[in-house]
């Protein structure tokens, strides 16, 4: 993808959207080289990266300096930057000057924002100025204080409802596309019928115009994954067996061999 044009062909076309969250220099040259059609550099890294037990801490500060890195390993891919707890939820200006910000000094094409109709006025302030901004409804990670876990979203009546018209609101404010997250498939499907913009899934089902995976759960680093993720890889198996073989052959003198040496 280079422009939001091109999502919401993708969308009128039928072509399935594949979007990738990460955030370093390594595995975002490894997505453009292998065709993904978007990265985002997810606040998640809060948990995946830095180790936290919520998306909450990381700062403005430090999504930057990860889209930065990003940027040089995908510099042809679109680029979307979650906006990080607290750094759009002051004010509409505190949001457009931080918003600001990220562009301009990563180079990254969009944002992403968590939450429904009470960030529209934030969202079309954003769209006005030049910022393409990526909704983000169902299990928003940053409300989980309210969530009170991280569970399966819309499963009443009630709630269907509620991020149905979300969903409306969003395309309304002017955002370009929306990650619906954890939410049953068949309410994903309404959704994604009743918008013109793309929808990009995170256990959302098959019925969305997108995916969304985090690169390291894909790659199986850790042991374990929530249900909608396919392990396409056990990288953290083959990491901790190198490792582990690697120390075997330094305390053994194995390593360096002949072939290593100057
Ligand atoms: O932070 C993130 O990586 C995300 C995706 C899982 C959608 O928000």
Sequence with gaps: MKSITEF?????SGKKITVISTYDYWSAKLCEEAGIDAILVGDS???VIQGNDSTLPVTLEEMIYHTKAVKRGA???FIIVDMPFMSYHVSVEDAVRNAGKVLKETGANAVKIEGGRQMTDIIS??????IPVMGHIGLTPQFINQLGGYKVQGKTEKDRERLIEDAK????????SIVLEAVPSDLAKEITQSISIPTIGIGAGSNTDGQVLVFHDLIGIFEKTP???KRYL???KLIKEALKNYKGEVENGVFPGKEHQY
Excluded at 8 to 12: N, T
Excluded at 125 to 130: D, E, M, T, W, Y
Excluded at 169 to 176: I, M, P, Q, V
């Design 227 to 229: 249900k909608f993720v």
């Design 8 to 12: 919401l062909k993708a969308k009128e």
């Design 45 to 47: 890294l809060s948990m």
């Design 234 to 236: 056990e990288t953290g």
């Design 125 to 130: 302030k954003l769209v006005s100025v030049g």
């Design 169 to 176: 609101a969003l395309e309304k404010a002017g955002c370009f």
């Design 75 to 77: 510099p042809n891919t």
